[in-house]
């Protein structure tokens, strides 16, 4: 006997297409008949659970914001080690979500929300960079950063560390590493090239 599958099941299936599909095809590729095609439903299937593709893109900034928002917070007086703290949410975010940062620094998913699940996305990606500069900045201030580190640039570094994290787990870049391994190399070696 073929077991049904809950709606939450379901949905986290459709999530999980609708994430592979934005960060491989773009936005313009996000149709009903693309995550039918995906899950292995019909098109009518995908809307017993979502009502529409947007609210498929909000459930995702949703998951997204519940998930990363609130972890940018000092617990150390090392600036750097809380960079480093607060850089494994989303990259354990990423081995649970392949494509997941790629879709939301890329704007492909704030091109498929509401307007309130876009603002969502850029409050989320304004509260990224301010933490990971202020942290930096202390940093320089304590003397953790080499002299005349330009701050903003380390800022985009970092953040486009992320991105390219998450484009190699979702490309399986790494035969020999599982991709929380590879996540934990990158952010390893990240820490020594920031303190030098």
Request: avoid cysteine; charge should be neutral.
């Amino acid at each position: 006997m073929i077991e049904r599958k809950t709606s939450e099941e379901r949905k986290e299936e459709i999530t999980a297409a609708a994430i592979k599909i934005l960060s491989e095809k773009g936005s313009k590729k996000f149709t009903s008949s693309a995550l039918a095609k995906e899950v292995g439903l019909s098109s009518g299937a995908i809307f017993r659970h979502f009502d529409t593709i947007t609210e498929i893109a909000d459930f995702i900034v949703e998951k997204v914001y519940f998930r990363l928002s609130g972890q940018a917070v000092n617990i150390s007086d090392d600036p750097i080690e809380n960079i480093e703290l607060f850089l494994l949410k989303p990259l354990k975010f990423i081995s649970e979500y392949p494509g997941i940062i790629k879709i939301i620094f890329s704007g492909q998913l704030e091109l498929v929300t509401s307007p309130q699940s876009s603002e969502k996305l850029r409050s989320l990606q304004r509260h990224t960079f301010e933490f990971i500069r202020t942290n930096l900045i202390d940093a320089s201030e304590k003397g953790f950063l080499r002299e005349n580190t330009d701050v903003d640039a380390l800022t985009v570094i970092i953040t486009g560390t992320l991105l390219s994290a998450s484009n190699q787990v979702s490309s399986n870049f790494s035969h020999q590493k599982s991709s929380d391994e590879l996540n934990q190399a990158v952010l390893k070696q990240l820490v020594k090239l920031i303190r030098g």
